[in-house]
């Protein structure tokens, strides 16, 4: 585990009479996602008068905040908006603790293809590949958990080879089971509930994603690393009988 303090640079813009967004940079990558949560740390420890929260993603912050505390707080600006982000830039100065720790890697075990993977074939030919070569590039690398999003437990992992990305689906489907393993763009993730989805679905893993029932629900949080491990139909059983 290593710790560097820089100043993060970015540029600010509204969303919505409540809300800003905070750019860090357009590039997916390793380093902004540990700049994104160190500033994020930083605003959580020095927070202004009136904000509700905030919600990470691959290259923004956005910053929730009722606009009436902020308007009627003693902060520098005209308006809600012109105060936060005043706010918000000021504390450039402040150099972010930027840790960047090594995490232990997340084994999912995925069984791929069938009727877990019905997609899988289309990955393959969109790529010029067979089935075995999608299975094996998709388990070559150590994945990267960007953030959380689109429904409780859904982890976004960057780091997926390029000789496997695939647009999503043109019409999406209506049920994608929990423990689906899909692939869009250049991102990989898996579904931790049933719901809709137009990823394309190139296996299922048997663990369990999502439990509000422990105080972790989600399995996986940003910052985790993950691999994915081949299995057979009797070892999925097995998995989920067990769970």
């Known amino acids: 585990m290593s710790t560097i303090a820089e100043q993060p640079q970015f540029t600010i813009y509204p969303i919505s009479e409540k809300a800003v967004t905070v750019e860090f940079g357009n590039k997916i990558s390793p380093d902004l996602l540990y700049?994104?949560?160190?500033?994020?740390?930083?605003?959580?420890?020095?927070?202004?008068?009136?904000?509700?929260?905030?919600?990470?993603?691959?290259?923004?912050?956005?910053?929730?905040?009722?606009?009436?505390?902020?308007?009627?707080?003693?902060?520098?600006?005209?308006?809600?908006?012109?105060?936060?982000?005043?706010?918000?830039?000021?504390?450039?100065?402040?150099?972010?603790?930027?840790?960047?720790?090594?995490?232990?890697?997340?084994?999912?075990?995925?069984?791929?293809?069938?009727?877990f993977g019905p997609d899988l074939q289309e990955v393959a030919r969109i790529n010029d590949l067979t089935t075995d070569e999608v299975i094996r590039l998709h388990g070559s690398v150590t994945y990267l958990v960007h953030m959380i999003g689109f429904m409780p437990g859904f982890a976004y992992l960057g780091g997926m080879p390029q000789a496997i990305m695939a647009p999503r689906k043109a019409k999406p489907r209506a049920n994608v089971p929990a423990g689906a393993v899909g692939i869009a763009g250049l991102q990989t993730g898996i579904y931790p509930l049933l719901s809709p989805g137009g990823w394309q679905i190139i296996g299922q893993t048997p663990l369990k994603m999502f439990d509000v029932t422990i105080t972790q629900p989600s399995l996986l949080k940003a910052g985790d690393r993950v691999r994915f491990e081949p299995i057979n139909l009797s070892e999925f059983k097995k998995i989920a009988k067990a769970r």
């Open 35 to 115: 700049t994104i949560t160190a500033f994020g740390n930083l605003l959580k420890e020095n927070p202004f008068a009136g904000m509700t929260g905030m919600v990470p993603a691959y290259c923004t912050l956005t910053v929730f905040f009722d606009a009436l505390a902020v308007a009627k707080a003693d902060m520098p600006g005209n308006t809600a908006i012109e105060k936060v982000s005043t706010y918000l830039d000021g504390l450039k100065q402040h150099p972010v603790q930027t840790t960047i720790r090594e995490s232990d890697t997340i084994t999912i075990p995925v069984c791929y293809g069938e009727d």
